[in-house]
């Protein structure tokens, strides 16, 4: 028990003298959320529009109005020549075409049909997407704004017409009414975080000890591995712990991201997930030889689990194989429970069947990264 | 650094010092086999994932209905969502008290709650109220799924209308140009040639010249005959080939297994990453030469330039999402420009006369990267 007091602080006292670790350990949360907050989004602020406008009529013109009115869109250019808007797109200066096509107007009143074209710049896929349901909607609500002066104007009556009920779709988002991206992104954001101060950290300081040499003269030292394991892994641990707090007291004040359930839970489930993410850390100790080799190995891990986690798409919409790949992911896990007890005020009893394959990945990776440890070393 | 040869590999003398000094870098590089695999198998595996598992679409949507008074409507309206493969109606009950529990418990994605007397409303004409509740927590999902499931209650809203006096419907027929499938690969890859690059020349590049400062062999070099200039070089041009090779594999692999198409010219497209593999070498020897340890340039480096590359270059959030600020911002990320030069030769094919701008403005920041990388470079030296 001596030995082991001596040797944390040594390891504490190694950690806080490094001004680059714990600018590392201050720093990084903060810069990441203030990034990655703001820039990670698909929400469409506003789209270039181009409109070929052929028709060249009321009707015609009043959905190019509508268009504008949401601020969705912006007018960019307005031009008859189909060829024009697609260089216009080529050279980026547009990201949606809006083509009305001739006899708009007359169709509509005839047959009570008419089409349109939508082109979008598909380089950015997952904008494309957002902008064309915006789109769909505005003309689906002009069509319907249409069909009441066409039906005044047709029947002569006002009111109800038997037969012709419309449906009044009202749309709410639960536990995030505003559809906060931010609300999404920053509970995952902070796991990334805990992820990689417990993975990185724990392989780059044990692998230093054996690039400078001093892991050898411990070696020899009467501290016995467990002794040695202990001493490295509880300050990372700790340490680990202390980020997230950083990111959490950021998350709340900086972002104002609810946190509807237990503090007590996140910092439960964040002890139990370090567990394995020492361990990894560990184990890619034991693969390598220099700083930079643990630094690349442990880089590959982190960016494979973060893939896999549905930080950034979700778990979901990937094929089936994928989606039993990402079950064995800690990292997947960790970031459903942080998304429902922050966002969904989840307790215990909602998150229990991921928690209990959280905790047993987690105690898998660690013993498995300690017998590993011990194996080599012997 | 002893320059120990094994004997395999002395066969090509090179004459010059420059020659000698690449010739002991290309070594570095090819002796760390781990690094060298995983600098090989990270892209490779990324590409995989991008075209395989990584996708934003929503293809099973879990829907569970809240119908107080069940009729021949109702029912209808279920069936027709049944119909779709899209959707699954996951259960129908008479009341909202059991909602909260089943999105606690992701069993559904989407409540639709049709008030009571739903058909006697609609067959009087009225307006009828229905509310789409969606789980918000994952805001794009929410917004997809949304748009999915109005979608559908207007067809089945057009369905109900007598004939012949339909309500007024605009036909959209939407195109996605350039990726009319939205196939993530295609997005994908020219942005993973970025963050391959960026990874290869700058991070390795600072890692390894901060690595001969921390072990005192850079103080070797700098008595020996070689000029500043030739140790950057030297240190350089092993990376540039690296990288090179790289970019090659991941066009390769992106062309064989997804089949990510290559509209415009393949030169073109070298040309460009060569310029850009210049561009983050520079930085990469700039980070280098501002830090004194290993541990400093990596986080320099990573800080520096691998995340602006992941996060502020477009490759995954478009730009024009961003808050107002921030965009500025993304122009002085050398990355943003390339990914538009790669998107705008492999899926627009589009050539120099449309990507000059963005092209000028890399071979700038080439110049200037260069030039600050030399000088720094000189000031430590003295």
Redesign the interface.
């Known amino acids: 028990m001596r030995t082991l007091r001596f040797l944390l602080r040594k390891e504490y006292l190694q950690i806080f003298r490094d001004r680059i670790m714990v600018a590392q350990l201050l720093l990084l949360p903060a810069i990441q959320l203030a990034l990655l907050a703001n820039a990670a989004t698909f929400e469409i602020k506003s789209a270039r529009l181009v409109v070929v406008d052929e028709d060249r009529s009321a009707t015609s013109r009043g959905l190019v109005d509508r268009m504008r009115a949401g601020g969705r869109f912006e007018l960019v250019k307005s031009t008859t020549s189909a060829e024009r808007a697609d260089d216009a797109m080529m050279r980026r200066q547009a990201g949606v075409i809006l083509r009305i096509p001739r006899e708009f107007e007359r169709d509509l009143v005839r047959t009570h049909t008419a089409p349109v074209q939508l082109i979008l710049n598909a380089e950015d896929g997952a904008a494309a997407g957002v902008t064309l349901s915006y789109a769909q909607r505005i003309v689906a609500e002009y069509a319907s704004e249409l069909a009441a002066t066409l039906r005044l104007s047709t029947l002569g009556g006002e009111g109800p017409v038997a037969g012709q009920g419309r449906l009044d779709v009202r749309a709410r988002g639960w536990y995030n009414p505003n559809l906060d991206y931010r609300f999404y992104m920053v509970p995952g954001i902070l796991v990334q975080l805990v992820t990689m101060v417990g993975t990185l950290l724990t392989a780059l300081n044990i692998v230093r000890e054996k690039e400078l040499g001093t892991l050898e003269q411990l070696n020899v030292t009467p501290v016995t591995r467990g002794q040695f394991i202990a001493a490295k892994l509880i300050p990372l641990w700790s340490l680990g712990l202390v980020a997230l707090t950083i990111g959490m007291l950021v998350a709340r004040f900086a972002f104002h991201v609810p946190m509807r359930g237990s503090v007590l839970l996140v910092f439960g489930t964040a002890s139990v997930y370090l567990l394995a993410a020492l361990g990894v850390g560990l184990l890619v100790s034991t693969m390598v030889s220099t700083q930079q080799q643990a630094m690349f190995v442990t880089f590959f891990i982190v960016l494979v689990y973060l893939l896999m986690s549905g930080l950034f798409t979700p778990v979901r919409s990937m094929p089936i194989w994928a989606q039993w790949i990402a079950q064995a992911n800690p990292v997947m896990h960790f970031i459903e429970i942080m998304r429902a007890v922050m966002l969904r005020g989840a307790g215990l009893r909602e998150i229990a069947r991921s928690l209990a394959i959280l905790s047993a990945i987690a105690v898998g990776v660690f013993s498995l990264s300690v017998r590993q440890y011990a194996k080599r070393a012997a | 650094m002893s320059s120990r040869t094994g004997g395999r590999v002395r066969a090509p003398r090179l004459p010059s010092a420059l020659g000698a000094f690449v010739r002991k870098e290309l070594h570095h590089i090819v002796r760390?086999r781990?690094?060298l695999a995983?600098?090989l198998?990270?892209p490779l595996?990324?590409v995989l994932?991008?075209g395989?598992?990584?996708?934003?679409?929503?293809?099973?949507l879990r829907v569970a209905m809240v119908d107080p008074t069940p009729d021949v409507l109702t029912v209808r309206l279920r069936n027709r969502l049944e119909s779709t493969p899209r959707f699954r109606v996951v259960s129908t009950a008479t009341s909202t008290a059991l909602l909260e529990d089943q999105?606690?418990?992701r069993v559904a994605d989407v409540a639709l709650v049709l008030p009571t007397s739903f058909a006697d409303?609609?067959?009087?004409?009225?307006?009828?109220?229905?509310?789409?509740?969606?789980?918000?927590?994952?805001?794009?999902?929410?917004?997809?799924m949304?748009?999915y499931v109005?979608?559908a209650?207007?067809d089945?809203?057009s369905d109900?209308?007598?004939p012949g006096?339909?309500?007024?419907?605009?036909?959209?027929?939407?195109?996605?140009?350039?990726?009319?499938t939205?196939?993530?690969a295609?997005?994908f890859v020219p942005g993973l040639i970025a963050l391959v690059l960026t990874l290869v020349s700058a991070l390795m590049t600072a890692?390894?010249l901060s690595?001969e400062k921390e072990q005192g062999t850079l103080e070797v070099l700098l008595v020996s005959p070689l000029r500043p200039w030739q140790i950057i070089v030297g240190k350089v041009l092993p990376y540039l080939a690296l990288g090179f090779a790289i970019t090659c594999l991941v066009l390769l692999a992106a062309r064989v297994v997804f089949a990510v198409p290559l509209r415009g010219s393949l030169t073109l497209l070298l040309a460009e990453s060569v310029l850009y593999t210049i561009v983050s070498l520079s930085l990469g020897v700039l980070v280098a030469a501002r830090t004194t340890?290993?541990?400093?340039a990596?986080?320099g480096a990573l800080?520096g330039t691998m995340?602006p590359t992941a996060?502020?270059s477009?490759m995954?959030?478009?730009i024009?999402?961003?808050?107002g600020w921030?965009r500025p911002i993304t122009n002085v990320v050398p990355a943003r420009w390339f990914i538009?030069i790669a998107?705008g030769i492999m899926?627009?094919g589009?050539g120099l006369g449309?990507l000059w701008h963005e092209t000028l403005v890399l071979a700038g920041m080439a110049l200037l990267l260069l030039v600050a990388a030399t000088r720094s470079f000189h000031a430590r030296l003295d």
């Open positions: 760390d781990q690094t995983i600098l198998l990270m595996v990324q994932l991008f395989y598992a990584l996708r934003t679409d929503v293809r099973d999105f606690q418990r409303g609609l067959a009087r004409g009225d307006r009828t109220p229905v509310l789409l509740v969606t789980d918000a927590s994952d805001p794009n999902s929410g917004t997809t949304q748009s109005r979608a209650l207007a089945f809203e109900l209308s007598a006096r339909g309500p007024v419907r605009i036909q959209v027929a939407s195109r996605m140009r350039y990726n009319p939205l196939e993530s295609n997005l890692i390894s690595r340890s290993q541990r400093a990596m986080l800080v995340m996060l502020l477009g995954i959030f478009p024009s999402s961003m808050p921030l538009v998107r899926l627009k589009a449309i």
